[in-house]
Nanobody
């Protein structure tokens, strides 16, 4: 079984930076796609950024130019560098991964979430 371990959340003032990290824990040979989602109280979960094992990235329009997602294929680890943070970035940030199993069937897993709070 695969679990996602998230870290890097915290409290930061507007304009500051945080770096989120996510790494799988468990038996898996590779990762197809990993991404970060966020959800604020009373709001829908939204995709922030994603990256494939080939390095192709995708960003939400609201974070383009401010956030950067990167991956380490050797460790199946993904990072989200968040710069110029705004109060509206405040949310629980969830790591997500899609990965192949030994049976050949892809599965997905979610992290428990790490809280990012941006103060005015």
């Amino acid at each position: 079984q695969v679990q996602l371990v998230e870290s890097g959340g915290g409290l930061v003032q507007a304009g500051g930076s945080l770096r989120l990290s996510c790494a799988p824990s468990g038996s898996t040979f590779s990762i197809n796609t990993m991404g970060w989602y966020r959800q604020a109280p009373g709001k829908q979960r939204e995709l922030v950024a994603s990256i494939t094992n080939r390095g192709r990235v995708n960003y939400a329009d609201s974070v383009k130019g401010r956030f950067t997602i990167s991956g380490d294929n050797a460790r199946n680890t993904v990072h989200l560098q968040m710069n110029s943070l705004k109060p509206e970035d405040t949310a629980l940030y969830y790591c997500h991964a899609n990965y192949p199993t030994t049976t050949g069937r892809n599965q997905e897993v979610w992290g428990q979430g790490t809280l990012v709070t941006v103060s005015s």
